[in-house]
């Protein structure tokens, strides 16, 4: 059932236009890159700053608060982009390792928020004061800097290996 809606996904008229443009394809991939890179950055602020690695001056409720907004346009963005260059090449990620690596850590990711949400992200204000939160908002950052870096190296890997009949990702 996935395999056919992979295939008739990528056959689509729009999916193969950007899989077949000289241009569309490898801009859509850029845009990706450049979101995941600002969406990475503001993940790693927030996750040092609840360790205490990063921007102790700025209390962890200013810094979440701050970024909370650019870091959902960022993600946005960067699903946006990743969803196009899904279709257009759908049944080659239908046989990729790394994307079904990375799809499983983005689905505890989601588990992450759902965890997290609650009992630190909503309560930044807290994690400063309270030794309790501290501890768990601090168990929260390391959670999310594996995940996020499994699935950033998930990602590039996706590029790195070969589709069934040999032709290599990236190449039109």
Same mark, same amino acid.
């Given at each position: 059932?996935?395999?056919?809606?992979?295939?008739?996904?990528?056959?689509?008229?729009?999916?193969?236009?950007?899989?077949?443009?000289?241009?569309?394809?490898?801009? *859509? +991939?850029? #845009?990706?890159?450049? @979101?995941?890179?600002?969406?990475g950055a503001m993940i790693l602020l927030t996750d %040092?700053? /609840?360790?205490?690695?990063?921007?102790?001056?700025?209390?962890?409720?200013?810094?979440?608060?701050?970024?909370?907004?650019?870091?959902?346009?960022?993600?946005?963005?960067?699903?946006?982009?990743? *969803? +196009?260059? #899904?279709?257009?090449? @759908?049944?080659?990620?239908?046989?990729?390792?790394?994307?079904?690596?990375? %799809?499983? /850590?983005?689905?505890?990711?989601?588990?992450?928020?759902?965890?997290?949400?609650?009992?630190?992200?909503?309560?930044?204000?807290?994690?400063?004061?309270?030794?309790?939160?501290?501890?768990?908002?601090? +168990?929260?950052?390391?959670?999310?800097?594996?995940?996020?870096?499994?699935?950033?190296?998930?990602?590039?890997?996706?590029?790195?290996v070969l589709a069934p009949g040999g032709l290599?990702?990236?190449?039109?």
């Amino acid at each position: 059932m996935l395999l056919w809606l992979a295939r008739w996904a990528e056959n689509t008229e729009f999916f193969t236009y950007i899989r077949a443009s000289a241009y569309t394809y490898p801009v *859509i +991939l850029s #845009l990706h890159m450049v @979101a995941l890179a600002l969406f990475g950055a503001m993940i790693l602020l927030t996750d %040092l700053r /609840l360790l205490g690695l990063a921007m102790r001056s700025c209390s962890v409720s200013d810094l979440v608060d701050q970024l909370r907004l650019p870091k959902r346009i960022g993600f946005v963005f960067a699903a946006t982009c990743g *969803i +196009l260059l #899904l279709g257009s090449k @759908a049944e080659d990620y239908y046989y990729n390792t790394f994307f079904r690596i990375k %799809l499983t /850590l983005f689905m505890l990711v989601i588990v992450h928020a759902l965890v997290f949400r609650r009992s630190v992200y909503n309560r930044a204000a807290e994690v400063d004061r309270d030794p309790h939160t501290l501890g768990r908002a601090r +168990l929260a950052a390391v959670l999310s800097l594996v995940l996020w870096v499994g699935i950033f190296s998930a990602g590039r890997g996706i590029g790195f290996v070969l589709a069934p009949g040999g032709l290599h990702y990236g190449v039109p």
